[in-house]
């Protein structure tokens, strides 16, 4: 069984950084790509964050791109979000998911297994 488990949420202040941790247990975790996607209170689930299973491709929602980094420790069977400048709209409750194959993605239909989520508040 396929689990995924993320950490590192909490609450800042504007301009602060906080790094996110997706384990995966239960599979080989370099036998998926990795997404990270975010859901604020009475918004639909947005994409965040996308990397392929080699690491080598990586896409980015515009509106973290030069702020957020996501990247993959194979060895550690991890996948991190690192978010710099962190603004108010980036609260969201944050989930990681898991996509059997090599290539990333930005839609989340296309994703196997799912996080529970952590959340992220951002005060202003």
């Known amino acids: 069984q396929v689990q995924l488990v993320e950490s590192g949420g909490g609450l800042v202040q504007a301009g602060d950084s906080l790094r996110l941790s997706c384990a995966v247990s239960g599979r080989s975790f370099s036998s998926f790509a990795m997404g990270w996607f975010r859901q604020a209170p009475g918004k639909e689930r947005e994409f965040v964050a996308a990397i392929s299973r080699s690491g080598g491709t990586i896409y980015y929602a515009d509106s973290v791109k030069g702020r957020f980094t996501i990247s993959r420790d194979n060895a550690e069977n991890t996948v991190y979000l690192q978010m710099n400048s962190l603004k108010p709209e980036d609260t969201a409750d944050y989930s990681c998911?898991?996509?059997?194959?090599?290539?990333?993605?930005?839609?989340?239909?296309?994703?196997?297994?799912w996080g529970q989520g952590t959340q992220v508040t951002v005060s202003s």
């Open positions: 998911a898991a996509r059997t194959g090599d290539l990333a993605t930005r839609l989340p239909d296309y994703y196997d297994y």
